[in-house]
């Protein structure tokens, strides 16, 4: 079972979570961070960057502080997304929020959320926690003993609203049910 912990943070905190999850082996790829970018443009605009030094710069916007730190993850992002605000996103979080600022989605943040596993009603907690200044932070793991150490990282920083969602596995033989 493939399992998303979740939590919002304060940059700092941010900061100190990333860089514990890369010092314990979570890879880059599964890690997304998302905060809304105070002194970006409020354009309609996606901008896709990859690696340090380009995460450094866009990273910048959203605070010096996690240029660095979200420079390791894979792929980081400016958007904005109609109706919502400009953000900055580094990791899978950014692909999902891609087509949400492109298209105009309406529910945006809380429908890429839903999308990801997370409740609608904690998908709209969250939004309005990231509206409000906080990072949210995901951990894509497929294994609980990750899923727990994730956890720890999170809540050992002082991150708030640490939750769990995990994705339910269908077995073939339910996916094929003769409704007659």
């Not at 945006?108 to 409740?119: E, F, I, N, R």
Request: with cysteine.
């Amino acid at each position: 079972m493939s399992t998303t912990v979740f939590c919002t943070a304060t940059a700092r905190q941010t900061e100190n979570i990333v860089r514990n999850l890369q010092s314990a082996g979570f890879s880059g790829d599964d890690i997304s961070v998302l905060l809304a970018d105070k002194q970006g443009t409020r354009d309609l605009a996606v901008e896709h960057n990859t690696k340090t030094p380009e995460g450094a710069a866009t990273g910048a916007g959203g605070g010096a502080v996690l240029g660095g730190a979200l420079g390791w993850i894979a792929g980081i992002g400016a958007l904005a997304i109609p109706g919502i605000g400009p953000f900055i996103a580094a990791g899978p979080i950014l692909a999902a929020l891609s087509g949400a600022a492109i298209g105009g989605t309406v529910g945006g943040l809380s429908g890429a959320l839903v999308g990801m596993g997370m409740s609608e009603f904690e998908a709209k907690q969250y939004e309005s926690k990231v509206k409000d200044g906080s990072a949210l932070i995901s951990i894509h793991t497929d294994n609980s003993h990750d899923v727990k150490r994730a956890t720890d990282i999170c809540e050992h920083a002082g991150a708030s609203d640490v939750t769990t969602s995990g994705e339910v596995a269908v077995a073939s033989s339910d996916r094929h049910h003769d409704l007659r």
